[in-house]
């Protein structure tokens, strides 16, 4: 089992939580690849089984109008080709200061199954940072930490 992890992160802890969702992958025994999504280059996919995608909760974060969505993610998989995730495991976390992180979530799926990825594995959604703002604010607990090793685990087995 290859699978590739695309993540982007402003502030490192998106980076973390990879971090710990490849561990995870590689104690169950699967082989993993990080890739930034400035170094993304869509046609390597063919050469993965799997495809899993980490993502800062960049969401409009007062009210409730409209999801301001430009995850640097988003646009990314949009890069693939149609149907290149047909057939492989896919999935996503996500990385919020505070809330909207399951709207990132959810608009990963919907990019993900728009390259026609099926039964997307939904992983755990962490809090660090601050909303909204380039300070880096506090890091991801172990306790999450362990939920991103987690499920990387569990992508495998
Ligand atoms: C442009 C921008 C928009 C953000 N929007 C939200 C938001 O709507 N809700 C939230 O809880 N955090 C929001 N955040 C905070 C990040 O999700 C949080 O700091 C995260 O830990 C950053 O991950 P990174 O270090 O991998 O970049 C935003 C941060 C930035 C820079």
Redesign the pocket.
């Known amino acids: 089992m290859k699978i590739l992890i695309l993540y982007y ?7 973390n939580a990879a971090d710990a969702v490849a561990a995870g992958i590689q104690e169950a025994g699967g082989a993993v690849t990080m890739v930034n999504t400035k170094d993304f280059d869509p046609a390597v996919i063919a050469d993965y089984d799997g495809f899993v995608v980490g993502s ?6 007062f009210g409730d109008g409209p999801p301001q969505v430009d995850e640097p993610t988003l646009a990314s998989i949009g890069k693939l080709a149609d149907s290149s995730l047909a057939g492989k495991l896919v999935g996503g976390f996500v ?7 399951h709207r990132t979530l959810a608009a990963i799926e919907e990019a993900v199954v728009a390259k026609g990825g099926t039964k997307f594995k939904k992983g755990p959604i962490g809090k ?7 300070w880096k ?1 506090p890091n991801l607990m172990d306790e999450a930490l362990k939920q991103y090793h987690d499920f990387g685990k569990s992508l495998v087995s």
């Open positions: 992160s402003h502030t490192g802890h998106t980076k800062p909760c960049w969401q409009k974060h990385v919020t200061a505070e809330t909207k992180g660090a940072g601050s909303p909204m703002s380039d604010g």
